[in-house]
Protein backbone atom coordinates (compact mmCIF):
# COMPACT_ATOMS: atom_id res chain seq x y z
CA UNK A 1 0.00 0.00 0.00
CA UNK A 2 1.26 3.32 -1.49
CA UNK A 3 0.54 6.71 0.99
CA UNK A 4 2.17 9.39 0.47
CA UNK A 5 1.78 12.34 2.74
CA UNK A 6 2.23 15.84 2.23
CA UNK A 7 3.18 17.02 5.94
CA UNK A 8 2.97 21.09 4.77
CA UNK A 9 -0.47 21.09 3.57
CA UNK A 10 -3.34 22.36 5.95
CA UNK A 11 -5.07 18.52 6.07
CA UNK A 12 -4.19 16.34 8.95
CA UNK A 13 -2.10 13.09 8.41
CA UNK A 14 -4.73 10.38 9.54
CA UNK A 15 -7.30 12.64 7.20
CA UNK A 16 -4.49 12.10 4.38
CA UNK A 17 -3.63 8.30 4.70
CA UNK A 18 -8.16 8.02 5.29
CA UNK A 19 -8.51 9.77 1.56
CA UNK A 20 -5.55 7.64 -0.38
CA UNK A 21 -6.55 4.60 1.31
CA UNK A 22 -10.64 4.90 0.18
CA UNK A 23 -8.97 6.03 -3.15
CA UNK A 24 -7.14 3.15 -4.01
CA UNK A 25 -9.99 0.85 -2.78
CA UNK A 26 -12.59 2.86 -4.96
CA UNK A 27 -9.74 2.56 -8.03
CA UNK A 28 -9.56 -1.36 -7.10
CA UNK A 29 -5.36 -1.20 -6.16
CA UNK A 30 -6.75 -2.61 -2.92
CA UNK A 31 -9.50 -5.16 -4.38
CA UNK A 32 -11.73 -6.56 -1.17
CA UNK A 33 -9.80 -9.03 1.20
CA UNK A 34 -6.64 -7.57 0.61
CA UNK A 35 -4.81 -7.09 4.25
CA UNK A 36 -3.86 -3.49 5.21
CA UNK A 37 -0.75 -3.24 6.82
CA UNK A 38 -0.63 -3.42 10.38
CA UNK A 39 -0.62 -0.20 12.83
CA UNK A 40 3.00 -0.59 13.55
CA UNK A 41 4.43 -1.57 10.55
CA UNK A 42 2.60 1.35 8.73
CA UNK A 43 3.88 4.17 11.26
CA UNK A 44 7.35 3.15 10.92
CA UNK A 45 7.81 3.31 7.42
CA UNK A 46 5.94 6.59 7.42
CA UNK A 47 7.72 7.34 10.20
CA UNK A 48 4.69 8.83 12.14
CA UNK A 49 2.95 8.16 15.53
CA UNK A 50 0.70 4.48 15.91
CA UNK A 51 -2.16 6.50 16.95
CA UNK A 52 -2.64 8.57 13.66
CA UNK A 53 -2.51 5.26 11.74
CA UNK A 54 -4.77 3.93 14.62
CA UNK A 55 -7.15 7.26 13.98
CA UNK A 56 -7.35 6.70 10.37
CA UNK A 57 -8.00 2.86 10.40
CA UNK A 58 -10.88 3.47 13.31
CA UNK A 59 -12.46 6.11 10.83
CA UNK A 60 -11.78 3.89 7.86
CA UNK A 61 -14.16 0.90 9.62
CA UNK A 62 -16.46 3.17 11.05
CA UNK A 63 -16.92 4.22 7.28
CA UNK A 64 -17.41 0.82 5.93
CA UNK A 65 -14.23 0.69 4.00
CA UNK A 66 -12.00 -1.57 6.13
CA UNK A 67 -13.13 -4.45 8.42
CA UNK A 68 -11.43 -5.65 11.40
CA UNK A 69 -11.04 -9.49 11.96
CA UNK A 70 -10.37 -10.53 15.16
CA UNK A 71 -6.61 -12.27 15.57
CA UNK A 72 -5.72 -11.39 12.04
CA UNK A 73 -4.92 -7.96 10.32
CA UNK A 74 -7.81 -5.66 8.69
CA UNK A 75 -9.14 -6.16 4.94
CA UNK A 76 -10.52 -4.05 2.77
CA UNK A 77 -14.19 -5.00 3.14
CA UNK A 78 -16.39 -6.66 0.34
CA UNK A 79 -19.11 -4.30 -1.40
CA UNK A 80 -21.70 -4.32 -3.58
CA UNK A 81 -21.24 -3.33 -7.00
CA UNK A 82 -23.15 -0.02 -6.24
CA UNK A 83 -21.63 0.95 -3.63
CA UNK A 84 -18.29 0.12 -5.35
CA UNK A 85 -19.53 2.70 -8.48
CA UNK A 86 -20.85 5.48 -5.18
CA UNK A 87 -17.63 5.24 -3.74
CA UNK A 88 -15.87 6.18 -7.37
CA UNK A 89 -17.96 8.78 -7.71
CA UNK A 90 -17.90 10.34 -4.47
CA UNK A 91 -13.86 10.19 -4.77
CA UNK A 92 -14.25 12.09 -8.55
CA UNK A 93 -16.71 14.30 -6.75
CA UNK A 94 -13.94 14.95 -3.91
CA UNK A 95 -10.66 15.63 -6.25
CA UNK A 96 -13.17 18.13 -8.71
CA UNK A 97 -14.49 19.71 -6.10
CA UNK A 98 -10.94 21.47 -5.54
CA UNK A 99 -11.04 22.92 -9.75
CA UNK A 100 -14.59 23.54 -9.66
CA UNK A 101 -14.16 26.50 -6.62
CA UNK A 102 -10.84 27.44 -9.21
CA UNK A 103 -13.29 26.81 -12.11
CA UNK A 104 -15.92 30.00 -10.54
CA UNK A 105 -12.76 32.45 -8.75
CA UNK A 106 -11.03 32.73 -12.79
CA UNK A 107 -14.72 33.58 -13.87
CA UNK A 108 -14.74 30.66 -16.24
CA UNK A 109 -18.20 29.57 -17.20
CA UNK A 110 -19.70 26.01 -16.50
CA UNK A 111 -20.11 25.18 -20.18
CA UNK A 112 -16.35 26.47 -21.04
CA UNK A 113 -15.41 24.60 -17.60
CA UNK A 114 -17.44 20.79 -19.13
CA UNK A 115 -15.73 21.43 -22.28
CA UNK A 116 -11.85 21.84 -20.13
CA UNK A 117 -12.96 18.83 -18.30
CA UNK A 118 -13.73 16.93 -21.67
CA UNK A 119 -10.59 17.79 -23.58
CA UNK A 120 -8.42 16.73 -19.97
CA UNK A 121 -10.75 13.01 -20.17
CA UNK A 122 -9.39 12.45 -23.41
CA UNK A 123 -6.01 10.64 -24.19
CA UNK A 124 -3.17 12.52 -25.02
CA UNK A 125 -3.46 12.78 -29.00
CA UNK A 126 -7.24 11.36 -28.69
CA UNK A 127 -9.67 13.93 -31.27
CA UNK A 128 -13.22 14.51 -30.59
Do not use: H, W
Not at 8 to 37: N, Y
Not at 66 to 73: A, Q, V, Y
Request: aromatic share 4%; hydrophobic share 40%; charged share 25%.
Amino acid sequence: MLIALDRSSGTPVFRQICEQVRFQVAAGVLPPGSEIPSTRDLAAELGINPMTISKAYALLEQQGVLERRPGLSLVVRRQSDSSRLESRREELTRLLQPAAVAARQLGIAEEEAVEIYRAALRAPGEER
